[in-house]
Structures are given as C-alpha cells and as structure tokens.
C-alpha cells in the first residue's frame, strides 16, 4: 500500500541554484553563497529557552565563563515545562527561572501562557529568513516560517547567549513534495507520521527538510508547524517551508507591522538547486498510526483496531494547537466517549484555549467528555503528570519512547488529533474517515 | 582523553536507537547530573550505572541519542566516566551535544563487531580507530579539529572561558 503512494526521484540537478536551507544560511553567515558541508559561524537572530534548558542550566555557566547576554532583545524565555508546579523541585525551577528573568531584565517573558513552540510565532517572534536556535528539540517548528531553526543544548545555548553565534554545516536538502487533496479527517500529522515511517527515526541524518508542494502550500500555518515540528523525529537539523502568502496572513494576524513583514526575506529553493526530492500522493494517504515505543512504528489506522486504549491525549506544540482542537471537535461533536476512555486535552496555548472557547470548540469537548489540563508540556516531556502503570494510550504527541510518558510498561499510539478524538469515541483505534462519513 | 593509544578500554553494549530518554530518563531531570546519571541506561541495562568504571567505552548500535536536545543525556555518560561512545551514527543534535560538554563520540560503521566486556584501544589520530586485543581495526570517521580541541579542552564552556579572557585583554 505505502508503495503506491510515493514515487522518489533520486535527481541529479545541476548544482547553479541554492536551497532555501542554503540561503537562510548564507544570509546569516554573511555570504553571497554557500556550499553544501560547508562549516560556517552565523549571526543569531532569536534565541529561545524554556524553564528547564534555560536560566536554571544558564546563569551559573554565564556567571563561570564571565559573560553576559549578548542582546536580550533577541531573547525569549518561556515557561512550560514545570507549570503549573507538581512538588517542590519543580517550585524551586520556577522560582529561579522568574528571578533571573527579572534580573537579566528580559523584555520577552512568556510564563503559563503555553508552549514555547506555539507561543513564539504566536507572539510574532519568528520572521521569514531569520535564523533561530532554540532549548528544546522541537525547535525545528520554527522552519514553517521560513526561518533557519534549531534546537540545540544549555551548553550550547550558552555559547549563543554570550557571543551571538553559532556554527553550522550547510545541510543537505530533502525535499518533500506533496501534490494533491488530503481526504477528509487526514492532516499534517499524518502526513510527518507517514514520512517518519518511510524515512526512519534518523533518516533526516541532521540534514534539512523542506517541505513543498501543493498540497503543503494550501495547509494553514498551524499545520504546516505540525510539519516541521516532528522533523526532529526523523532525526533533521531543520524542516523548512517557504514563506508564502499564508505566511504574511499569520504575521499581520500576530500583529507584526506592516514595514516589518516587508522587511523580511522571503527565500525560495531554487529548481536548479542540489537537492534530493521525493514525491507523494496526499489523496492517497489514510489516517497513521505509529506503535509503541518508535515513531517510525508508522501504519495504516486500520492495522490498530484491535488496540482499545485506556487514556486519548490531545496535547503538546505538536498536537493540541486550534487546527487541532477545532479537528478534534469535528469528531465529538455532540457525542461522547467510550466508557472505559479517558480523553485529555491541554490545549497548547492559552489564546489557541480562548479563541476555541470563542468557537464553542471546548464546549464540545468537553460535553463529549474530556477533562482540560494546563496550557503546558504535560505528560508529552515526561517530567510530571503522565501516565500510570500499564496504560494503553492513544496520543496527538510527537514521541512514544518507552518510559516517556510513564512507566516502562506503558504503550503509547501516535496519531492525529482527529484520530485520537474518533479512538476515543470508538473504544478502539478507529478511522476517522468513517466517524466523520 | 589522551592522543595516546596505550590504555585498554572495557566495552559496555546497547542496541541501536538509544534515545534520551533511556540516557536521561525525564522523572529525573529535575535533579542534579549525579542524580541523573545515577538512572542512565537502566530501562535497557540496570546494571550500567552502577558498574560502568571512568575510562570505559559505551559501544551501541545505530542512531544513537535520538530524541530531546537535553544535554543531561551526554552529561551522564560523561558523570560516569565513560571515556567515548562507539557507535555507527548519531542524533546530529545528540552529538553536538556531547562535544560541548566533552565527551568523545566515534562514527565507527563497524561499531557493532565490538564484543560486551571486551577491551579496545582508541586512536585519536586525524582518521581515528579502534583497537581490539586480538588487533582487529574498526575505522572510524574523521572528527573536524575543532571538535577534538573542544573535547581536548573538556567542553564548550571551556573554551568559552578562553575566549571571554582574551577579549578583556
């Protein structure tokens, strides 16, 4: 089945051009070209941290290596990995992390607002062209702007922190070319869980993706981040998409200025470029499911019929923004979930939470059922709140990693929102596309 | 880590896919590296923690630290001891990671010929390689320069340190 859906074409264009990746590069490097494998220092424009990478992990290196914050205005420091507090250790985090936020005197502060990874372009941070690095392995998202985006570790972090600059090797590119409609109740996730299945858990090997197509142009923002969110999951430095006119639409939506969406660069991959394409259906892509404990564990839906979870989890920058909730909605409007399932929603952001309040999308959600968590990490980091002993869930999350989310013995399927939201439904794993006929 | 080649390093083995969260569970990341080191590993091997001795090598399969970028996972691995990891391939983020923090990674397509328990030499020359007592080469992947100078210099932080003292100067 899979086989008939992607046809890669291992190309061999005339190396003239230059990739988005290799433009967003060059850019912040400061050179009218570079070349793939290239190792070249570049210019930081935006450096975000959270609760648990950042100021905890930061000032006592800073303070030993004698630096200070090379510019606080291109810093954004979230919190959302230990909110709301689950016991003292977590207090003491939080605690620190507001100090040395006050203390550094940072103009950009996002506490329990949401996760970092939806809150930054939320708050109008991320600019097409820019070059980013971020604490947190899902930094990759960042890429659905057209920015140069990246996660890397406190260690590393601080070296940004205090010169500005980062080194980087110019990555390949593999590019995704999406052509066609999405069926009904097929999205993003579904296509990066096919994607990841296909390629492997590291089959990016820290090269960029670019995703590109028809298909991709005609997705709204949110889901074009579910894309280059889970990038990280097959192992991609980055998963870039260029910058259209969906991206100015969100930009001006954010409040951006007009003068500064005109500012930006809007960089596209040359067809001439050294790239390597492969090819998809979407027409042709049913609802997947990844199984315990890889997400590259990637089938059909219809092979997991027989999996009845205990617990459906609708969270995370991956899989709890609108798009997702509004999606989950769609589902459960007007019914309820299957005794014995426990559904769970911590939308990803306190706007995306009010704007689905607006909409009557919470109403639904939880008429149908679902208890409402914080607008935080959650049980998707694992560092509190997750599963109990032996429990069998079905979660919009991007990673199933034996002991992630609880206890060794807990089995968790990746799938869409929308399929998380009809498995509730159902009792069972279950094809969205049926619920909504 | 020394350019010499003399020592003998005991072999620890894991699979392929080790993720960050096996080297860094997330229960633990609240707590200090002794802490977190303390746990590292021991969904796969229990015993690791608690046995592994400072100079061994941790020998796995492919795609080695997928997962987070929490450095804690390299931390651990550097808390106890371990003198390289061994392995086919790794997370990019992973890797950069640990030559931050210090800790040697060999790209070794052979990696996995190497034996649980068995002893081998590590030649950091410009194409590094190991060695085993029966004298078998596994050649390794070169490491650019400045990454060796950074495990040379024990991590990022370090050279951080050089830096900033020569810009006051």
Redesign the interface.
């Known amino acids: 089945m899979r086989k008939q859906i992607e046809s890669p074409l291992a190309r061999s264009a005339p190396a003239s051009g230059a990739t988005l990746a290799q433009k967003l590069i060059a850019r912040a490097a400061a050179q009218s070209h570079v070349n793939v494998g290239d ?1 070249l220092t570049c210019q930081v424009d935006l450096a975000m941290f959270h609760d ?2 950042g100021p905890r992990r930061l000032k006592p ?1 800073l303070a ?4 200070q914050i090379w510019d606080r205005n291109k810093v954004v420091l979230v919190l959302d990995h ?1 909110v709301p507090a689950r016991d003292a ?2 207090e003491k ?1 939080i605690r620190i992390t507001r100090d040395v936020a006050k203390e550094w005197q940072l103009p950009h502060v996002i506490d329990s607002e949401g996760i970092c990874h939806v809150v930054l372009p939320e708050r109008g941070h991320l600019k097409p062209g820019h070059f980013c690095v ?4 899902h ?1 990759p998202t960042g890429g659905a702007f057209g920015t140069y985006m ?7 972090m ?2 940004v922190v ?2 500005g600059e980062i ?1 980087v090797q110019v990555p390949q590119t593999l590019r995704m070319v999406w052509h066609g409609a999405l069926q009904k109740g097929v999205c993003a996730k579904d296509m990066m869980l096919h994607m990841i299945g296909k390629f ?3 089959g990016g ?2 090269q960029a993706l670019e995703f590109a197509g028809d298909t991709v142009r005609g997705l709204g923002m949110q889901e074009r981040m579910t894309l280059s969110n889970m990038s990280a999951e097959m ?1 991609a ?1 980055v998963g870039l998409i260029a910058a259209d006119s969906i991206t100015r639409d969100y930009l001006k939506s954010v409040g951006v200025s007009q003068a500064d969406i005109e500012q930006c660069d809007y960089f596209e991959t040359d067809e001439t470029a050294d790239f390597q394409r492969f090819d998809f259906e979407a027409s042709q892509l049913s609802p997947q499911v990844a199984a315990p404990h ?1 997400p590259e564990n990637t089938k059909a839906v219809s092979e997991f019929a027989h999996i009845k979870p205990s617990v459906a989890y609708i969270g995370a920058c991956t899989g709890a923004k609108l798009v997702d909730l509004r999606a989950a909605a769609e589902v459960l409007k007007g019914r309820k979930v299957a005794a014995g399932v426990q559904l769970m929603v911590a939308p990803a952001s306190a706007k995306d939470q009010a704007q689905a309040q607006r909409e009557g999308v919470m109403q639904i959600l939880t008429d149908a059922g679902a208890r409402v968590l914080p607008n935080a990490c959650g049980a998707c ?3 509190g709140g ?1 599963f109990e002993e032996g429990a069998t869930v079905i979660s919009s999350t991007a ?1 199933n ?4 989310m609880g206890p ?1 013995s807990v089995q968790v399927y990746l799938a869409s929102p929308a399929t998380v939201a009809a498995s509730a439904l159902q009792g069972h794993i279950a094809d969205v596309r049926e619920v909504l006929a | 880590m020394t350019q010499g080649c003399a020592e003998f390093h005991k072999v620890w083995r894991v699979g392929a896919n080790i993720d960050t969260d096996a080297l860094a569970p997330g229960a633990y990341m609240k707590h200090d590296i002794e802490v977190i080191a303390a746990h590292c590993l021991e969904v796969h091997r229990p015993d690791f923690a608690s046995a592994v001795k400072p100079g061994d090598v941790l020998v796995a399969g492919p795609n080695f630290g997928i997962g987070s970028s929490r450095e804690q996972a390299a931390g651990a691995l550097k808390q106890l001891g371990i003198a390289a990891v061994i392995a086919p391939s790794y997370s990019g983020l992973f890797f950069r990671n640990a030559f931050n923090l210090g800790l040697l990674l060999l790209t070794c397509p052979e990696a996995e010929r190497l034996q649980e328990n068995e002893r081998v030499q590590l030649d950091l020359k410009a194409q590094p390689e190991v060695k085993t007592a029966q004298g078998q080469i596994l050649t390794c992947h070169s490491v650019p320069s400045f990454l060796m100078d950074m495990v040379s210099a024990g991590g990022l932080v370090n050279v951080l340190k050089l830096r900033m003292q020569l810009l006051k100067n």
């Open positions: 190792v648990s990478s290196m030993d290596i004698g630096a230990y250790d977590a985090i971020g604490g947190d392995s930094s990246f996660g890397i570790g406190a260690t590393e601080l070296g205090a010169t080194w492997g858990m590291n090997n820290y192992g430095q890889s980091a694992g560092y997750t990673r990693f034996q002991g992630r060794a």
